[in-house]
């Protein structure tokens, strides 16, 4: 009797494979759809969109962008999550991703189990702003006054529990600063109050707010990724002005759902590299404020995993209540 079960128990685990390697084969046969959790029109949606038209050529098939804004990402992570897992329905995964699991008290899937990461897409930066007529003319004269002067400074950000505010938590804390944080319902009215001077300093993604800043209306002291961004090449980064701890920048990838086939997840990602790499490519990224980082599966999922526990810290440590 027992014989017998383990050769059932081995004959469904060859027709499993048998049916994965055939899955493999035949792919792709239909369009491939990219679930966005932003709406139309913001960075992640344009680069998914950038990358998507390149690579429904190298597939030879239509690749679908579906923005399903809201919810911190979670409705777009579940419908992906509980997708078949053929290669046919992927995630934009980023930053939002990582934070949902430490933000929430629970969630509809676990990132870390329900999803197969196929490529890193790009990074783009984060931007410490001051109004144009700000006293400070360098991140290090503001963080002597903040230290001078605890409490006196307000430092805005957009909502609670985005990438954005948690940047301005982390930089708070490495800073050794008692500056306080002030969320700000999107990017337009952070920049209003910043204008306005009801602020004192602000963190935002950088490609929303250049237009500011090329129009001499905002200054940014520093940037906080590992290296000056391209389009702002005098700008420093928050390492070279005394922070060497505060290094954080936005990033996205793409991933599928859990137990899609190995070799359909290679091919993706050999796709993926192939418009990533692309000079074309590269250029309207570059002109997006994003950088092109295209990388292997177990890249793109030791990140998921390592920014999970970062942001997950950053919000215990700034007591953020769970939604």
Do not use: C
Not at 59 to 78: E, S
Not at 299 to 311: D, H, M
């Amino acid at each position: 009797m027992r014989s017998t079960r383990w050769i059932n128990a081995g004959l469904f685990s060859l027709v499993a494979l048998a049916i994965g390697s055939a899955q493999a084969q035949s792919f792709p046969s239909k369009t491939v759809r990219i679930v966005v959790p932003f709406g139309a029109g913001g960075v992640a949606d344009l680069t998914a969109r950038t990358v998507g038209q390149k690579l429904s050529e190298s597939l030879g098939q239509p690749v679908l962008i579906d923005n399903k804004p809201g919810a911190g990402g979670v409705a777009a992570g579940d419908a992906v999550a509980k997708a078949e897992p053929d290669g046919y329905t992927l995630l934009l995964m980023s930053n939002g991703t990582a934070v949902s699991t430490g933000l929430f008290k629970s969630l509809p899937f676990d990132a870390m189990r329900d999803f197969a990461p196929i490529s890193t897409l790009a990074t783009f930066d984060i931007a410490i702003l001051v109004p144009a007529d700000s006293k400070f003319k360098t991140l290090g004269e503001l963080l002597n006054f903040a230290k001078a002067n605890p409490g006196k400074l307000n430092l805005g950000s957009i909502n609670i529990g985005s990438t954005q505010n948690l940047a301005a938590e982390l930089f708070k804390s490495t800073s050794g600063t008692d500056m306080q944080v002030v969320p700000y319902n999107g990017t337009p009215a952070l920049i209003t109050a910043l204008r306005g001077g009801q602020l004192d300093v602000g963190v935002e993604i950088l490609g929303p707010v250049l237009p500011q800043v090329t129009a001499n209306a905002l200054r940014v002291l520093a940037v906080t990724g590992e290296k000056r961004a391209a389009v702002l090449p005098d700008v420093p980064t928050a390492k070279e002005s005394g922070l060497p701890a505060f290094v954080a920048s936005s990033w996205n990838a793409l991933a599928a759902p859990a137990k899609t086939p190995k070799d359909v997840i290679a091919r993706l990602n050999k796709d993926i590299a192939l418009a990533l790499n692309n000079p074309d490519i590269k250029k309207k990224l570059h002109e997006l404020n994003v950088e092109a980082l295209p990388g292997t599966p177990e890249q793109a999922a030791a990140l998921l995993a390592s920014e999970t526990k970062r942001w997950g810290d950053v919000i215990n440590a700034a007591k953020i209540p769970k939604q």
